[in-house]
Nanobody
Framework: QVQLVESGGGSAQVGGSPRLSCSAS??????MAWFRQAPGQKREAVAA????????MYVDSVKGRFTISRESGKNTVHLQMASPKSEDTALYYC???????????WGQGTQVTVS
């Protein structure tokens, strides 16, 4: 069983630049990604980065504001959140996915509250 551990959540100010990090206990075969779930909302995909290189994907609501990156040679991924908005408040999950945002493994989440 692959374990993913997130860090970096907490309170953030509108216009700040919080950064989330995630480490996986095993190699990700396809993508490492971030999902989020706000209270009363469905979980949604946020961003993903491919295993082999710089290929990234973003949901429209965060394009141009969030940046996902992966440390070379490590099972560690980051999500840099630039200019966060109150609507970005959610529980953020790190995940390993297959094509099409198909969840394979996910962590317990880290709360981000933007005010």
């Amino acid at each position: 069983q692959v374990q993913l551990v997130e860090s970096g959540g907490g309170s953030a100010q509108v216009g700040g630049s919080p950064r989330l990090s995630c480490s996986a206990s095993a190699d990700a075969l396809m993508y490492m990604a971030w999902f989020r779930q706000a209270p009363g909302q469905k979980r949604e995909a946020v961003a993903a980065v491919s295993t082999g290189g710089p290929s990234t994907m973003y949901v429209d609501s965060v394009k141009g504001r969030f940046t996902i990156s992966r440390e070379s040679g490590k099972n560690t991924v980051h999500l840099q959140m630039a200019s966060p908005k109150s609507e970005d408040t959610a529980l953020y999950y790190c995940a390993i996915t297959a094509m099409g945002w198909a969840l394979l493994y996910w962590g317990q989440g880290t709360q981000v509250t933007v005010s």
